[in-house]
T-cell receptor
Framework: AQRVTQPEKLLSVFKGAPVELKCNYSYSGSPELFWYVQYSRQRLQLLLRHISRESIKGFTADLNKGETSFHLKKPFAQEEDSAMYYC?????????????FGQGTTLQVKP | DGGITQSPKYLFRKEGQNVTLSCEQNLNHDAMYWYRQDPGQGLRLIYYSQIVNDFQKGDIAEGYSVSREKKESFPLTVTSAQKNPTAFYLC?????????????FGDGTRLSIL
């Protein structure tokens, strides 16, 4: 079964501290993985996708097929990073473009 | 200004009543999706449509219905059969109905029971 797990409901760090939001997936084929972010009073938006291998707003995420993980990292958290973060998986084999979302992690960056 | 427009922002349903949530996109996207967002459960797929006049059930389709008569529109009806409709509903679209593409989301509609 295809599944995305984000084990932490809430992650609270101080400004300037490193951040790692965990994401594990279950899928036997070739996954495409995304991180979406929802800032307060804004719509859900794409943060980054693994195929792009880019850094957005200082965040990076590496797909680890051996550990079936796609953790989101940032070396120095900023207060404006406070938001809800969702990890999502799209299965190539389904050919539908459907996304499977994790439960979400609220990141709280304290001053 | 391209994007996805959901209306209304807030909607109240009486017992036994059907209500329809609107979703319109001007991104010329083939695929459209409806999700339900509940606290602690992430987003769950209700229905999706890859092309006009075609749609498929998602993971939690019971009590919901959709139509896709036009490329830009994908309305969701919450029927009286949906026993727990109170939630935040998100509509999304993506460019291609095949390969994985990023999805673009609307602002959502919050549905409550009177």
């Amino acid at each position: 079964a295809q599944r995305v797990t984000q084990p932490e409901k809430l992650l609270s760090v101080f400004k300037g501290a490193p951040v790692e939001l965990k994401c594990n997936y279950s899928y036997s084929g070739s996954p495409e993985l995304f991180w979406y972010v929802q800032y307060s009073r804004q719509r859900l938006q794409l943060l980054l996708r693994h195929i792009s291998r880019e850094s957005i707003k200082g965040f990076t995420a590496d797909l680890n097929k051996g550990e079936t993980s796609f953790h989101l990292k940032k070396p120095f958290a900023q207060e404006e990073d406070s938001a809800m973060y969702y990890c999502a998986l799209s299965a190539y084999s389904s050919n539908t473009g459907k996304l499977i979302f994790g439960q979400g992690t609220t990141l709280q960056v304290k001053p | 200004d391209g994007g996805i427009t959901q209306s209304p922002k807030y909607l109240f349903r009486k017992e036994g009543q059907n209500v329809t949530l609107s979703c319109e996109q001007n991104l010329n996207h083939d695929a459209m999706y409806w999700y339900r967002q509940d606290p602690g459960q992430g987003l769950r797929l209700i229905y999706y449509s890859q092309i006009v006049n075609d749609f498929q059930k998602g993971d939690i389709a019971e009590g919901y219905s959709v139509s896709r008569e036009k490329k830009e529109s994908f309305p969701l009806t919450v029927t009286s059969a949906q026993k727990n409709p109170t939630a935040f509903y998100l509509c999304a679209s993506s460019a291609s109905r095949g390969s994985p593409q990023p999805q673009h989301f609307g602002d959502g509609t919050r549905l409550s029971i009177l």
